[in-house]
């Protein structure tokens, strides 16, 4: 069974998509009912600084990746089982 690595790349971006709702809605809280103190602040900037972080890295690591391309699982261990199965 082949599953191509785009398939990854997909359930990664809706994880992100999760991940950036969340944090809109805490930083519009934030802002919307007056708790945009020092402490306020100082948790948007860090929180921004790790998106950016995780952002840059992930793409750094995943820029060279052929995307279009796709892995095998579960060949060897059904053929090996003494049949020549195929999914």
């Not at 998509?17 to 945009?36: D, K, P, Q, S």
């Not at 750094?60 to 003494?82: A, H, P, V």
Request: proline share 1%; hydrophobic share 60%.
């Amino acid at each position: 069974m082949d599953i191509p690595y785009y398939i990854f790349g997909i359930i990664y971006l809706i994880a992100l998509l999760i991940f950036f709702a969340f944090a809109f809605t805490n930083i519009y809280h934030m802002v919307r009912f007056g708790f945009f103190d020092f402490v306020g602040r100082l948790h948007t900037l860090l929180l921004t600084a790790v998106i950016a972080v995780v952002l840059f890295f992930t793409i750094l690591l995943l820029k060279d990746i052929d995307w279009l391309g796709s892995f095998t699982i579960f060949e060897d261990t059904l053929n090996s089982l003494g049949g020549n199965f195929e999914l």
